[in-house]
């Protein structure tokens, strides 16, 4: 944990269905309010995905209400990206969108490689492994990242 917790972080990967929820979810989960945190993606075209929700509830961490969001929604609905602290892309299409936003503010973007579970794994029980895995990479960046829970 070599940086300072920051007040907010936006979490964005592809199409805000999978990955950047789970990390929305489980920053609030383990860090309660002390960031404020929300989650975009490149497109946001689909729902959330099914085995994401089931995934995600088996640790506390609902997302059957989150709504799905691009960075181009964001903009439009006057939220503005500088305002946050900390942008963490979980893929490399959202790095460089990003990055691409952010260009003239002063906004630390980071990249974690977090595995793409869709289309993984044949059968339920394969495809819920994969992201089960999906969610303990990012459970563990986020405990290297920003050290013990402040609530769990």
């Not at 940086?3 to 990967?13: A, N, R, Y």
């Not at 002390?34 to 689909?46: H, M, N």
């Not at 819920?128 to 960046?141: K, M």
């Amino acid at each position: 944990m070599a940086d300072t917790f920051p007040s907010s972080v936006l979490f964005c990967c592809d199409h805000n269905s999978v990955r950047s929820p789970m990390a929305e979810g489980l920053m609030k989960k383990l860090y309660g309010q002390r960031a404020y945190v929300q989650s975009a993606g490149v497109k946001g075209d689909l729902e959330v995905d099914g085995f994401a929700i089931a995934v995600s509830a088996e640790q506390g961490v609902e997302l059957e209400r989150h709504r799905t969001r691009s960075f181009d929604e964001m903009v439009e609905w006057g939220d503005d990206l500088t305002g946050f602290d900390l942008i963490i892309a979980l893929s490399p299409a959202s790095q460089r969108r990003a990055q691409e936003l952010t260009r003239y503010a002063h906004i630390d973007v980071e990249y974690w490689p977090i595995m793409d579970p869709t289309g993984l794994g044949d059968g339920r029980a394969a495809k819920l492994d994969a992201y089960r895995q999906t969610r303990s990479q990012i459970h563990e960046r986020m405990l290297a990242r920003f050290g013990p829970p402040t609530q769990e």
